[in-house]
T-cell receptor, first 107, second 125 residues
Framework: DIQMTQSPSSLSASAGDRVTITCRASQTINLYLNWYQQKPGKAPKLLISAASKLQYGVPSRFSGGGSGSNFTLTISSLQPEDFATYYC?????????FGQGTKLEIK | QVQLVESGGGVVQPGRSLGLSCAASGFTFRTYGMHWVRQAPGKGLEWVAVVSYDGSNKDYADSVKGRFTISRDNSENTLFLQLSSLRPEDTAVYFCAKEGVHYFGSGNANYFDSWGQGTLVSVSS
């Protein structure tokens, strides 16, 4: 199975900050990497697919990058509604696996 | 718009069975692969199973293989997950998710573009 490792596991930041979350795969997964946002008690929401394709309706302050086995999710200027948990997920091969999550908290 | 509504969760004793359903609307259900993803209380996301658009291909996480069965009824726009030989570690919120696909020359990039609200399964004696 492909292991996905996110860093950091938690992050404190302020509104207006630029933050970057990193996701590393245990083997190359080309561009088959997705990012989701989850708020407490809610279903995950797709932000970015295929490493860098912004989902329709997602604000442009979110961006994704990387290829191979190293990927990033960047939020250019944090808004209050962005404080949530973020997950990466590989779709290179089943079993599809998720990172352990990065909890983004208000400083 | 796309709507996915899960049902069937509840409290069940270890070793027993339970059936989950996911009613889909707002898209052409029969043309999309569908997945189940679960989340144990306070934990991360775990992919559980996938079924192809026509039901002909299925795959499972090792943790549920041989105990869970995914299926679909395209005439009723409904996805199912039959859970059997349940264990306490199966306790989780179960989400159904619609598959999206980007087609590249070198392969297809899948993702979960719509999710239901989840249904809680609690396995306890």
């Amino acid at each position: 199975d492909i292991q996905m490792t996110q860093s950091p596991s938690s992050l404190s930041a302020s509104a207006g900050d630029r933050v970057t979350i990193t996701c590393r795969a245990s083997q190359t997964i080309n561009l088959y990497l997705n990012w989701y946002q989850q708020k407490p008690g809610k279903a995950p929401k797709l932000l970015i697919s295929a490493a860098s394709k912004l989902q329709y309706g997602v604000p442009s302050r979110f961006s994704g990058g990387g290829s191979g086995s190293n990927f990033t999710l960047t939020i250019s200027s944090l808004q209050p509604e962005d404080f949530a948990t973020y997950y990466c997920q590989q779709s290179d091969s089943t079993p599809y696996t998720f990172g352990q999550g990065t909890k983004l908290e208000i400083k | 718009q796309v709507q996915l509504v899960e049902s069937g969760g509840g409290v069940v004793q270890p070793g027993r069975s339970l059936g989950l359903s996911c009613a889909a609307s707002g898209f052409t259900f029969r043309t999309y692969g569908m997945h189940w993803v679960r989340q144990a209380p306070g934990k991360g996301l775990e992919w559980v199973a996938v079924v192809s658009y026509d039901g002909s291909n299925k795959d499972y996480a090792d943790s549920v293989k041989g105990r869970f069965t995914i299926s679909r009824d395209n005439s009723e726009n409904t996805l199912f997950l039959q859970l059997s030989s349940l264990r306490p570690e199966d306790t989780a919120v179960y989400f159904c998710a619609k598959e999206g696909v980007h087609y590249f020359g070198s392969g297809n990039a899948n993702y979960f573009d719509s999710w239901g609200q989840g249904t809680l399964v609690s396995v306890s004696s």
